[in-house]
């Protein structure tokens, strides 16, 4: 499994077809307290860079993006009840949802963990 | 994702480059978050909105809000009386019936009745003092400038820092601090009463310290000269009751407390009664008239405002922000001007601008939030109920 990153501050990490999608911890950290997120429609089609998600927090809603176009094959339903696991574990229980990908070679237009640390650092 | 770094007011041009407050190394040594706000960098949190908003709701939170303009009005030639009646040409305030040490809200209002600023009015010994808003300020200091008579004297106490101490133990955080009067006559700081205000010493240190705040607590602000203000700072949160609070909370705060923010839920383009404010037109002042929109602002006392600011309690958790259309049906009634999600409450709260036919208590409405329709229903403010300290004797 690989783990790669948008400038936007979402992860997407790719077992076959399958890309699990989040926020980084850099980007949970900016936006505060999450106390809301809205998900997309399992088997909605988005295109890369399409917003599929909103995070609230109390200070602004955000857009999320998709990393990689594709369709939704999963939520992540413990959201609608504890929306503070994006702030808590954004890598791993805080996940937002999975998409299957309509093609893998966007992958390489994005970070891997190393350049994104080395981004994240220059902000 | 969106950069959520959208806290600094939109509305605000800010040319030049931000400017720093006397506590900036402070907040930053507490591992604040710092933003640009009304052309200063400015702390918006600590440990996270929510937990500061709840401790400030249980115990006490130290706010730096020295980007507020602290102005002091005199006249040497006229005194006092010169002094309230040019301020009373400007404001809807009576302030023949403020006493020494007391402190009124009130409005700064252009000639069409248009709000240009709200503040804090409170009567000294020898001058009036007004804290305006820090976003306004600037604009506000020429209005005066433009308008007060020639023998009026404006000065900004820009040599002061100004901070809050917020919350059910606020009091007694500041009795823990050995702080006197400053002149016979004056009651200790934790015997003042809701909207009164007195000159203090603090080893040694002169403070203007007012009962009053942005929060719905119990508290107080305190004016401390630039190079006193590290030390006060240290000296309050050092005591275990007191956190920094950033200018997020002071934001889900006032929200709650149901307390409108200048350039959000007031602008130019409102007038007092809409706006809420008509206990800021003082009764003389309804009879006589006499200040700026009087004309425009008298008539909708009496018959009342097109529209309404109210509060709006929303269902679900996706909160509504400012700019979002409000509907009964198809039929566009309004428009959010405040918006967040409320932690003592634990669901989303606005305050908007509605046709008066749909204010009434219980109205529900629906809130549009990119496509999305929101159910809302109108309830009063504040939100949260205020719990102001007030003495029965002082008053």
């Known amino acids: 499994m690989s783990r790669y990153f948008t400038k936007e501050h979402e992860w997407i990490e790719v077992a076959g077809d399958i890309g699990t999608v989040g926020i980084s911890d850099y ?97 | 994702m969106t950069d ?21 190394a402070w907040h930053r040594a507490r591992s604040a978050r710092m933003v640009e706000f009304a052309g200063y960098m400015m702390p918006v949190q600590y440990e996270g909105i929510i937990a500061e908003h709840l401790w400030t709701r249980s115990s006490a939170g130290l706010f730096d809000v020295s980007h507020m303009g602290q102005l002091v009005v005199s006249s040497e030639a006229g005194g006092m009386a010169a002094a309230e009646a040019a301020l009373e040409a400007l404001l809807p305030a009576d302030l023949s019936t403020l006493k020494l040490g007391g402190l009124r809200y009130s409005l700064l209002l252009g000639d069409d009745g248009g709000i240009l600023d709200d503040l804090i009015v409170g009567r000294w010994r020898d001058a009036f003092q007004l804290v305006v808003n820090g976003a306004t300020k600037w604009d506000d200091i020429a209005h005066l400038r433009e308008y007060l008579p020639d023998d009026i004297t404006l000065s900004h106490r820009d040599e002061h820092a100004l901070l809050a101490l917020q ?40 403070l203007g310290i007012s009962r009053s705040g942005y929060t719905g607590e119990d508290g107080f602000e305190i004016s401390v000269r630039n190079e006193d203000v590290v030390a006060l700072a240290d000296a309050l949160a050092a005591l275990p009751q007191v956190k920094p609070i950033g200018l997020g909370a002071r934001d889900s705060l006032r929200l709650e407390a149901g307390l409108p923010l200048y350039g959000h839920d007031l602008s130019e383009a409102t007038e007092p009664v809409s706006a809420g404010l008509g206990f800021a037109i003082n009764k003389r002042r309804r009879s006589e008239g006499g200040f700026p929109g009087a004309a425009r602002i008298l008539p909708l006392l009496a018959d009342g405002a097109a529209t309404r ?7 679900g958790r996706m909160a509504a922000r400012e700019g979002a259309q409000v509907f009964v049906g198809d039929h566009l009634v309004g428009q959010v001007t405040s918006g967040g999600f409320s932690p003592s409450l634990n669901h989303p709260i606005a305050m908007a601008y509605v046709d008066a036919a749909q204010s009434a208590l219980g109205t529900q409405l629906e809130i549009d939030m990119r496509g999305r329709r929101l159910s809302a229903e109108v309830v009063p403010l504040p939100f949260v109920p205020h719990r102001y300290f007030r003495t029965g004797a002082a008053r």
């Open chain 2, 4 to 24: 959520p770094e959208n806290f600094a007011d939109d509305d605000e041009v800010v040319e030049a480059p931000p400017l720093t407050l006397p506590l900036d």
């Open chain 2, 167 to 206: 919350g059910p133990e606020a009091a007694a955080v500041l009795s823990a601090l050995d702080i006197q009067p400053a002149m016979p006559g004056i009651v200790p700081p934790e015997a003042l009463s809701f909207m009164q205000a007195g000159p203090y010493l603090w080893q040694g240190r002169p």
């Open chain 2, 309 to 315: 600011r109210v509060g709006l309690a929303l269902q």
């Open chain 1, 27 to 123: 980007a949970q950290g900016q936006l505060g307290d999450i106390t809301f997120v809205e998900l997309p429609a399992v088997g909605a089609e988005f295109k890369q860079g399409d917003a599929a998600a909103v995070v609230d927090s109390v200070k602004a809603a955000s857009d999320i993006y998709v990393p990689v176009a594709g369709s939704i094959t999963e939520i992540n339903a413990a959201l609608e009840d504890q929306p503070e696991l994006v702030n808590t574990a954004p890598d791993a229980g805080g996940w937002l949802f999975r998409v299957k990908l309509a093609d893998a070679g966007e992958l390489s237009g994005l970070m891997d963990e190393t350049a994104y640390k080395a981004y994240v650092a220059e902000l």
